[in-house]
């Protein structure tokens, strides 16, 4: 059965790749722009490629209003990268500018001197490439998917940490809680792995 899901358009990152991606897993993607569509989406997908701070202000009011209005109805919510970022409440890389404030927590950049802890090699940022994760939930197994980031989002709940990711030192590559499933990485762009992971998003394995 195909099913539904709508892809929230940001004014950011390539939405055709994730709606391909979609496709072939079963669904019906459609892009959507207005508040208004989300009162009535069966599932919501947020990705999102650039600056927390056009994040931020493409969901200041009605938009967000929106967005938290979907989460509290129970459907399902897949967040892409930005789309994670935007669950917190704030970043560093745009001081002052909120976020959805769903999750309690922030958005730190990566450390400036990284190493990696096996061979000293020295890290670089953005931390760009395939990247194993380790999971933390059963949300997730270990799957290795491909990364573009220079912020990883620090929860203040450990408990919402679905998987973590090593550069330089753990950090979170994907949350979840209840509907709300979101991950640093890029499914879209991880092959089967990525596939498989949207699948469960889509026939709702997840909760």
């Given at each position: 059965?195909?099913r539904?899901?709508?892809?929230?358009?940001?004014?950011m990152?390539?939405l055709?790749?994730?709606?391909?991606?979609?496709e072939?897993?079963?669904?019906?993607?459609?892009?959507?722009?207005?508040?208004?569509?989300?009162a009535?989406?069966?599932?919501?997908?947020?990705?999102?490629?650039?600056?927390?701070?056009?994040c931020?202000?493409?969901l200041?009011?009605?938009?967000g209003?929106?967005?938290?209005?979907f989460?509290?109805?129970?459907?399902?919510?897949?967040?892409?990268?930005?789309?994670?970022?935007?669950?917190?409440?704030s970043?560093?890389?745009?001081?002052?500018?909120?976020?959805?404030?769903?999750f309690p927590?922030?958005?730190?950049?990566?450390?400036?001197?990284?190493?990696?802890?096996?061979?000293?090699?020295?890290?670089?940022?953005?931390?760009?490439?395939?990247?194993?994760?380790?999971?933390?939930?059963?949300?997730?197994?270990r799957?290795?998917?491909?990364f573009?980031h220079?912020?990883?989002?620090?929860?203040?709940?450990?408990?919402?940490?679905?998987?973590?990711?090593?550069?330089?030192?753990?950090?979170?590559?994907?949350?979840?809680?209840?509907?709300?499933?979101?991950?640093?990485?890029?499914?879209?762009?991880?092959?089967?792995d990525?596939?498989?992971?949207?699948?469960?998003?889509?026939?709702?394995?997840?909760?």
């Amino acid at each position: 059965m195909t099913r539904s899901v709508a892809i929230l358009d940001l004014g950011m990152g390539n939405l055709r790749s994730v709606a391909r991606a979609l496709e072939r897993v079963g669904a019906a993607p459609s892009v959507v722009r207005e508040p208004e569509t989300l009162a009535t989406v069966e599932r919501l997908v947020v990705p999102g490629q650039g600056h927390f701070g056009d994040c931020a202000r493409a969901l200041d009011g009605a938009l967000g209003d929106a967005v938290r209005a979907f989460v509290a109805t129970g459907r399902p919510y897949l967040g892409i990268c930005l789309g994670m970022q935007a669950l917190f409440a704030s970043s560093e890389e745009a001081p002052g500018m909120a976020g959805l404030g769903l999750f309690p927590g922030t958005v730190r950049r990566f450390e400036t001197d990284l190493h990696d802890p096996r061979t000293g090699e020295r890290l670089k940022v953005p931390h760009m490439g395939w990247s194993e994760i380790d999971p933390a939930q059963p949300t997730f197994a270990r799957s290795w998917f491909y990364f573009v980031h220079s912020y990883v989002c620090v929860p203040d709940d450990p408990s919402l940490v679905a998987a973590r990711c090593e550069h330089g030192g753990a950090f979170c590559a994907a949350v979840a809680r209840d509907n709300v499933v979101a991950v640093q990485f890029h499914p879209e762009k991880s092959g089967a792995d990525g596939h498989a992971l949207l699948a469960a998003y889509l026939e709702g394995r997840w909760s």
